[in-house]
């Protein structure tokens, strides 16, 4: 079946802009987690979502950073006044069952999106 | 807070040879631990997992690695490494108590000469 898809594959974009990135998740897959990866750095944790609601943000950075998922499926991360230093690979991963309801279960990831601001 | 160690920035073995890539974690229960695979360019493909049970853990590709409680490890082995195992290998726990969110290792870049 297909795995976790992210779009686009490449953003570049000037600094101040704002971008979007987005993720689809393995059908059914109920969490959602959104993870950045620096240059030489293993991925850090943003974002995870049960079903629509945000159930742990506290891996994002500051308030520039926001995502969403309002239809428990598709997720958007979204960037405003996009800096420097939020270039990075941005990972996307899905996972079939609801973290704390018995065994957790794998993580799936996305090839990411590149973003690179200039 | 939980974390995660990977010794060892840079491995270089020959193929053919054996492999242990290290890794110790700081994790305050039992902790649930992830060894996966980042081919340039590609996504993280999962090669084993630690749960509970057997400490010996078997995975995809001819990776196995033991969880050792005493020693804060779950080093990842292979008796014998292909030129196709050339990637970069990433360590990582589980934390439970916060949905399972992943605390990543720095990563273990292995080369394999020929």
């Known amino acids: 079946g297909a795995g976790v898809s992210q779009t686009p594959s490449n953003k570049v974009t000037e600094k101040g802009k704002y971008v979007e990135l987005r993720c689809d998740p393995i059908?059914?897959?109920?969490?959602l987690y959104w993870y950045r990866q620096s240059l030489g750095q293993g991925p850090e944790f943003l974002i995870y979502?049960?079903?629509?609601?945000?159930?742990?943000d506290s891996g994002l950075p500051n308030d520039r950073f926001f995502a969403v998922r309002p239809e428990g499926s598709v997720s958007t991360l979204k960037i405003q006044r996009t800096e420097r230093g939020d270039s990075a690979v941005y990972l996307c991963?899905?996972?079939?069952?609801?973290?704390?309801?018995?065994?957790?279960?794998?993580?799936?990831f996305g090839p990411g999106t590149r973003l690179t601001v200039l | 807070a939980q974390s995660v160690t990977q010794p060892d920035i840079h491995i270089t073995v020959s193929e053919g040879a054996s492999l242990e890539l290290r890794c110790n974690y700081s994790?305050?229960?039992?902790?649930?631990l992830f060894w996966y695979v980042q081919s340039p360019g590609q996504g993280l493909q999962l090669l084993l997992k630690?749960?509970?049970?057997?400490?010996l853990v078997q995975g995809i590709k001819g990776f196995e690695a033991e969880f050792k409680r005493s020693q804060s490890s779950f080093n990842l082995r292979k008796p014998s490494v292909h030129w196709s195992d050339a990637a970069e290998y990433f360590c990582?726990?589980?934390?439970?108590?916060?949905?399972?969110?992943?605390?990543f290792g720095a990563g273990t870049i292995l080369r394999v000469k020929s």
């Open positions: 991963a899905s996972s079939a069952k609801v973290p704390g309801q018995g065994a957790t279960d794998t993580q799936y």
């Open positions: 059908s059914g897959h109920t969490a």
């Open positions: 979502f049960q079903g629509t609601g945000a159930a742990d």
């Open positions: 994790y305050g229960a039992t902790p649930y």
């Open positions: 630690y749960f509970s049970g057997d400490t």
């Open positions: 990582a726990v589980g934390d439970m108590e916060y949905g399972n969110k992943l605390v």
